[in-house]
């Protein structure tokens, strides 16, 4: 069993490596020989991390801050990227999230499907969201990024009583495209946040709240008056990956594998992985695994089901295996996720 760890990472390269354990795991159907081949998966994509941020090196090539939600209710950032960056794993997380694209073009995976993004569009982000943003032709592309937690606003969403500033990210528009004259509009609430930020003074946390107020109200109203039905499939690869995605947001809690879900949309295995990828993103089995543990977290904070029941209830077919891809992703074993304090 050593040896065969040892070839499954021999086989890969820091920058191939997800591509080819997704088609090992097809090769090998036996269930051990699976289980090996995700921890090889887990133990690279940690490895590729740290050999990165040995040196203090985000993975877009600078410095970069970790937004850690626990220390802090708001957050903004602006950032220009001119080389190639997409993000190395989908994730998710507790807050609501904010994109920006001020410059550039890229793609947007959000949930079950692809999004184009162009300048001046706004990306909603709802909590538990699973996403991910990858290339688009031109690398070069420029972003403010907001994260916030509902705590945030609770003073001014508990006053008021005709709209919920919320509402916006329940919406299916994920993307909104902009007018012109709407686009300035935002882009000017979005500097003033910045500047905030850069000088922090006196009050300039209940300016922020203000700043935020009024940009939730006009992304809610424009929603409401737009009439737009969301952006459109860029092609028809996007609408038939975003087909197999939401089956298995629909059905993970079932025994899936690469090979039932390609026979249950008439393709072949080879071809829904490669497929999947190139529209997603994501590998079949991350995303399936992704979908899993995020649903396994809300039953360990919500339910007092025992782990073993958690296992079976989101798809795993043994606690043994669901204990190692609930801590490769989370950094935790289920009952230490459990025993964590609410934020």
Do not use: W
């Not at 686009?183 to 946390?205: C, D, N, T």
């Amino acid at each position: 069993m050593e040896s065969i760890y040892q070839y499954l990472v021999s086989f890969c390269t820091p920058f191939d490596y997800t591509d080819n354990i997704q088609q090992i795991l097809y090769y090998f159907s036996n269930t051990v020989l699976q289980m090996i081949a995700e921890v090889a998966m887990i133990n690279l994509r940690y490895t590729v991390y740290k050999h990165t941020m040995k040196r203090g090196v985000g993975m877009m090539g600078k410095e970069c801050s970790i937004y850690d939600v626990r220390n802090q209710q708001f957050y903004i950032a602006q950032e220009r990227q001119d080389d190639a960056f997409g993000m190395l794993e989908c994730h998710y997380h507790d807050v609501y999230e904010i994109y920006y694209l001020a410059e550039g073009r890229r793609n947007y995976f959000i949930q079950n499907r692809t999004y184009p993004v162009v300048k001046g569009d706004i990306v909603l982000i709802n909590r538990y969201d699973i996403h991910k943003t990858m290339n688009s032709h031109n690398a070069t592309h420029e972003r403010i990024l907001i994260y916030f937690q509902k705590e945030f606003l609770s003073s001014v969403i508990n006053q008021v009583d005709d709209i919920n500033l919320l509402d916006c990210f329940q919406s299916n528009m994920k993307v909104i495209r902009l007018k012109v004259t709407d686009q300035a509009f935002v882009q000017s609430i979005l500097i003033k946040m910045v500047e905030e930020v850069k000088r922090k003074q006196r009050g300039y946390m209940i300016y922020q709240r203000i700043l935020l107020v009024e940009l939730l109200l006009f992304i809610n109203r424009y929603i409401e008056q737009s009439g737009q039905d969301g952006v459109e499939f860029s092609s028809h690869l996007h609408r038939n990956m975003s087909e197999v995605a939401l089956y298995l947001m629909e059905n993970y809690m079932n025994r899936l594998s690469l090979k039932l879900v390609a026979e249950k949309f008439f393709i072949t295995p080879c071809h829904l992985s490669r497929a999947f990828k190139k529209a997603t993103g994501f590998t079949f089995i991350e995303y399936l695994n992704s979908i899993r543990i995020k649903e396994a977290q809300k039953l360990l904070k919500e339910t007092k089901k025992s782990v073993m029941q958690i296992s079976e209830l989101t798809g795993f077919d043994s606690q043994t295996h669901f204990g190692r891809v609930f801590k490769g992703i989370t950094g935790l074993s289920p009952l230490q996720y459990r025993k964590q304090p609410r934020i």
